[in-house]
């Protein structure tokens, strides 16, 4: 590369940082992938904005609050009840942009009609204890027990030591166990259970260009990270 | 007529400072009665610290928390101190001391008395210490081995089929009640049980290890928390060199013994500790909604864990994909 070249190439790279310096953009979407992983790629799309990518809801809702930052990359239903957040651009999936909701179980298919209030689902905490309740309420008609988790991996000592007669996770999550574990899952899909896969939202009554076109060119490997294979 | 103007207006800027200095401490008084009191019984440390927090950050809308740290010498004296000023509806004891500690208190109890609710900690195979202890439940300080075993294979990309394990007796319950979960994953569990008293272990887990692997053929080791067959001495002459010799992976539950430099373990899994105070935070909600009573609920196993891979070994011996190591916490390199 010549001399010249690296110098456009240098300046380029200099201005993108500056058009980012002010902004911050915090991360929150449970995945396998590692948080510093994902953030590492989300820089590299993002130069010069700073980007933090949060493992827990807790930590997340409480660094947002106190910092507020220019934009949020997080479930679409966290952003709906963040608030102070507009949606301006969803993660799509195959051309959708919301996903269908099952119910991971082993050996025996957890019929959905036939959940109780005893019945222990396990899931993945992504909007805190009472509004999760609530979340996992809307599936069924009536509310079963839920035992919330961080990770996706740790679902699955909820099936292995029968802590759980059932996990709730996305359908694009299944792979993850049939490639993990030998257990025998059965999944069964709940009847209108489509939620929305992530989102991007920007801090109300402002706007950032630079950060809606970042987040649209994201390369494959971050938006499958994030789910999904393009931004809309 | 000016001066008693402003007089009037000072009278009632004052009432209007008292109204709410009064209704400040009214709504701090309301909100303190609302919540329950809780009573964390733990020694000082980094590891203890995250447990709380995670425990907090889930626990603190609904319960006012009160962190009793106590030393190696505090007494039952102290601990009955701190109950009688806080008058817990729950305690979270965290390790063998807070529990012992609780259960002397306990003990010392007449019959008749109201039983505080427990919920157990980073004990060591803690089902044990709750077995004479009233109202308790608690989770396991120990990482089963099939939630070890299962995250090796899947970041290894190895076929783990059989997992050799050199044991003391103490131990034999806890591998036999994980052997029915392993087998769940076509993991088959392979002990080899030493004495719990010995002068010198050198030899004996030499053997084990030999055994294992040359007549069991199995496909990675499992090496369990103790101390007493992890010294530096057999580390450095049996464990080491049998992890360099037969290349097999080797899963450990301490960090240091991934450090390359050793050349020992392939993958540490290790407790999450933020996420263990928040599955305790969980059983805490549990037994409140059952109106303080633990009711022979079981002890758990902790469900989260935080994975460390010796690098340089994983991909020198293991060939381990670039993509597999996206879901470790940490890699040693």
């Known amino acids: ?232 | 007529m000016e001066m008693r103007m402003r007089r009037h207006s000072m009278n009632l800027k004052q009432i209007v400072h008292w109204y709410l200095l009064v209704f400040l401490l009214m709504s701090i008084a309301v909100e303190s009665f609302a919540k329950e009191p809780m009573l964390i019984v733990r020694r000082s440390g980094k590891d203890f610290d995250e447990v709380v927090k995670g425990m907090t950050e889930e626990l603190s809308t609904d319960f006012t928390i009160h962190d009793f740290i106590i030393a190696k010498e505090t007494e039952v004296p102290a601990l009955v101190a701190q109950i009688k000023a806080v008058n817990p509806k729950i305690a979270v004891l965290l390790d063998n001391q807070s529990i012992s500690l609780f259960k002397k208190y306990q003990n010392e109890l007449p019959e008749t008395a109201k039983i505080i609710p427990t919920v157990s900690l980073m004990g060591i195979l803690i089902d044990r210490l709750l077995k004479d202890m009233k109202n308790a439940t608690g989770i396991f300080y120990e990482i089963p081995i099939v939630t070890s075993g299962v995250n090796m294979r899947a970041v290894l990309g190895v076929r783990i089929k059989k997992v050799g394990i050199v044991h003391r007796k103490f131990m034999s319950d806890f591998i036999g009640k994980s052997s029915t979960y392993c087998e769940k994953e076509n993991i088959k569990i392979v002990p080899y049980e030493l004495p719990d008293k010995g002068d010198d272990y050198t030899p004996l887990i030499k053997k084990g290890l030999k055994q294992l692997l040359k007549k069991d053929s199995v496909d990675a080791i499992w090496v369990p928390n103790d101390n007493t067959l992890l010294t530096p001495v057999t580390i450095r002459d049996v464990w080491s060199q049998f992890a360099k010799e037969s290349k097999i992976p080797v899963i450990v539950g301490v960090e240091i013994l991934v450090n390359p430099t050793l050349d020992f373990g392939t993958f540490a899994v290790l407790p999450d500790h933020i996420a263990l105070g928040s599955q305790a935070a969980d059983m805490v909600y549990d037994i409140m909604d059952n109106d303080w009573d633990v009711a022979g609920r079981p002890v758990e196993p902790p469900l989260s864990v935080y994975k460390i891979i010796n690098l340089p070994q994983a991909k020198n011996v293991f060939r381990v994909k670039d993509e597999n190591l996206r879901n470790v916490d940490r890699i040693v390199k």
């Open chain 1, 1 to 232: 590369m010549g001399k010249r070249v690296r110098i456009i190439m240098h300046i380029i790279c200099c201005a993108w940082g500056f058009l980012f310096a002010a902004d911050k953009i915090y991360v929150f979407y449970p995945t396998t992938v590692r948080p510093q992983v994902v953030q590492q790629n989300l820089l590299k799309a993002c130069l010069g904005a700073e980007i933090i990518v949060f493992a827990r809801y807790n930590d997340f809702i409480a660094k947002t609050v106190l910092d507020s930052p220019a934009a949020v990359i997080t479930k679409t239903i966290v952003l709906e009840q963040m608030g102070n957040y507009a949606i301006k651009l969803n993660g799509a999936f195959k051309g959708t942009t919301d996903e269908q909701y099952v119910i991971l179980s082993v050996n025996e298919k957890l019929d959905p009609t036939m959940i109780t209030a005893e019945t222990m689902i396990g899931m993945i905490d992504f909007l805190g204890r009472k509004e999760m309740a609530a979340f996992i309420s809307s599936f069924f008609t009536i509310s079963p027990k839920l035992k919330r988790v961080t990770k996706i991996e740790d679902l699955l000592p909820l099936l292995t030591f029968n802590m759980s007669q059932g996990i709730l996770i996305s359908e694009r999550e299944v792979s993850y166990f049939k490639q993990t574990s030998n257990l025998n899952f059965i999944v069964t899909a709940l009847a209108k259970s489509k939620v929305g896969i992530v989102a991007l939202g920007i801090k109300n009554n402002t706007t950032s260009p630079e950060i809606l076109k970042a987040i649209k060119g994201l390369d494959n490997e971050t938006n499958a990270m994030l789910g999904v294979d393009q931004w809309k």
